[in-house]
């Protein structure tokens, strides 16, 4: 929830952090209808821990700015025809998520794999929205400060969340890693 969230930014070490949260949806183009995974991404300046994660770079538009509400940013497939549509996508093109029309700001280079060659992006207070999901959250990225040791930041993420949520050191409902440990 933003409660973790706001945990993790507070944990000494820690320079940012950004929520995500991501659920199945109606994407659709045409008269075609996809279930496809729909994520939310920041419109501010926390989007760039993504950024600099994902090692996504876009081959066409932009990204979110701030202001932005019913715009998406899609994956590279959605350029190919028939990969998920039968027609092309590309930026300056509507689709609908859940019946909601979504202007296409951004296309990614390609990944090289089908789940980040799929994605569908759209601004987290919009998701909030669309699918009425409150504060949740299913995933939270941060970025430590240059020169702390990131397990140690881990593991006071760890101590904080168990805090916040009242609970005992092996009952925890979540997990922390590093950048390392993903590998």
């Known amino acids: 929830t933003d409660d973790d969230l706001d945990a993790i930014k507070k944990t000494k070490g820690i320079d940012d952090a950004m929520g995500m949260a991501f659920t199945m949806g109606v994407v659709s183009y045409k008269d075609e209808i ?14 760039k821990i993504m ?11 932009r990204t979110f ?21 039968d027609k092309e996508i590309h930026t300056g093109k509507t689709i609908l998520i859940n019946d909601v029309e979504f202007d296409v700001i951004g296309i990614y280079e390609p990944i090289g794999n089908a789940a980040d060659d799929s ?13 009425d999901s409150g504060d949740e959250i299913g995933a939270v990225f941060a970025r430590t400060i240059p020169g702390v040791n990131p397990e140690e930041v881990a593991d006071d993420v760890e101590e904080n969340l168990r805090k916040l949520h009242d609970i005992e050191e092996g009952n925890e409902h979540f997990f922390v890693q590093t950048s390392t440990e993903m590998m």
């Not at 996809?34 to 989007?47: A, I, L, Q």
């Not at 994605?119 to 699918?131: A, K, L, Q």
């Open 119 to 131: 994605n569908v992006i759209i601004p987290s207070d919009t998701f909030r929205e669309v699918f």
């Open 34 to 47: 996809k279930y496809m995974m729909v994520y939310s991404m920041p419109t501010d300046e926390s989007r």
């Open 51 to 61: 950024e600099e994660i994902s090692g996504f770079d876009l081959d066409e538009g």
């Open 65 to 85: 700015k701030r202001d932005d509400k019913y715009k998406v940013m899609l994956g590279n497939y959605f350029v190919q025809k028939g990969k998920i549509f």
